[in-house]
Structures are given as structure tokens and as C-alpha cells.
């Protein structure tokens, strides 16, 4: 069994992401407990990455960040080392192909393993090219997540069939950030995935205020957030975590008091 699934056994799951390193990798630290200490179910760590095609200004901006302050794959390897003493909620990686294929992709996912890694999110990677990493990812139990965004019902079945941990289900055409109103029919696309698959969907991109998260908890099995907690960092860096643990409160209950158990 995933163990990403265990994020979504308690009800709807709040999944959220920080990017490693911004403004340094003990902040983001911090950051991880305060959210998991709020109710957080799984984190998303962003590994930094100069062309970070699928996201906003906002998490662009985190990226360049972190990476002045030299945040390396390697840095962050050891910082999940450290982290996994005591968080113990399931955590995946999102980043790009290329860090993987620059890093050794093998390496990469033996690496995920031996830290006790849950899930890999590539935005950039294809269905039609995921065969480059699926096989190491299925070698080395990490589960390959797949991203869907509003497309045909042909599409969404397809990439539903295969998907593995949870399915992401992107709101939005565009790329990461906050929207004032989410106009995609996501009841569609959920229902569509659900009648391909059992694993859980996961609405991300563009949510950021309580009300977006009760409305697409639901819709959905759970919600995801990531320029509203960056922007907290890039505001309050430091001593952004105690302001990371209020917001994520907030959005958790929200998602929690949007359906009846």
C-alpha cells in the first residue's frame, strides 16, 4: 500500500508545499512542523530549479531565492534526513526533470528511499514520456504522481488508469498562483478520474483562501497549497513558520467543515 494513502484516512486531506531552501533550509524546517503540527496531512518539498516552467511569480521568485542562498539536491537530501527524526506525515518531492536526469535519476530515487520519500511530482514530464522514470520509481517505492488539468474525458481517463499516490488535479490552465475564483468544472474531472481509479484526487493551482479550500474539499479528496504559504515566507521570512501554522489551521478546518463524515 502507498503510503500517501494514509493522508487521506482521516477525511480530507490539506496538502501543503514549501520550497526547500527560501529563505534557508532551517526555516523551511520549521515550516514543515508548524504546518504538520496544524493539521498539514502530506508535504510537498519543492527542490529549486532556475526554469521552473509550471509555476507563478510567487514560487518562481521562492526558487531564485533559494538558490542564491545555494540550496543544492544534496543539501536537501540531508535536510529530509533530518526531518523524518521526527515528521512523520508522508512527504514527496516536486521539481523538474532535469534536476533528476542531472542528479542521475537512479541515484536520485535510491536516495529517496533510503530517506523515506513517498512520491515524486515532475510538472514538466509528460504521460507520454513518464516511462523514463516510472520504472525507477516503481524499483525503489516512490510513487510517480501524475498531474491532470482540464482536458477531455479521454485524457483524464487515461492518465487516471495509471496514476499512482494520489492524482493531482490541476484547477487551472497556467501555471501556479493565487486566483480569485477557480472556474474550472472540477466536479467533472474528479468524477471522471474517480470512475478510472481508487486512488485519492487532489485539487492544486490557484487556491489560497478558506472558502476555495471547503469548496473544493468538496469536489475532491483533499486540497493543495502552495504560493499562499511561499508568499508567508517571502513576507515574513524567518519568522514565518508561527504565520504558516495559523493559515494552515485555518485551511484545514475548512476543508474538514466543507462535508459531512
Known sequence: MSNIKKAFEKGKAFIAFLTCGDPDLE????????AVENGADLIELGIPFSDPTAEGPVIQAANVRALKGGVTT?????????????????????????????????????????????????PDLPYEEKGEFQPLCRQYGVDLVSLVAPASEDRIAMI????????????????????????????????????NTEIPCAVGFGISTPEQAGHMAELSDGVIVGSAIVRLLEKYGREAPEYIGRYVKSMKCSSNNSFTY
Open 27 to 34: 526555516t523551511t524546517a520549521d515550516a514543515v512542523r508548524a
Open 74 to 122: 544534496d543539501k536537501i537530501f540531508d535536510f529530509v534526513r533530518k526531518l523524518r527524526r521526527d515528521v512523520r506525515v508522508p512527504m514527496v518531492f516536486m521539481t523538474y526533470a532535469n534536476p533528476v536526469f542531472s542528479y542521475g535519476a537512479e541515484k536520485f530515487l535510491s536516495v529517496c528511499r533510503e530517506i523515506e520519500m513517498d512520491g515524486l511530482i515532475l
Open 160 to 195: 487516471a488508469r495509471e496514476a499512482e499516490g494520489f492524482l493531482y488535479i490541476v484547477s487551472s490552465l497556467g501555471v501556479t498562483g493565487v486566483r480569485s475564483k477557480i472556474t474550472t468544472d472540477i466536479a467533472s474531472m474528479v468524477s471522471v478520474a474517480r470512475q
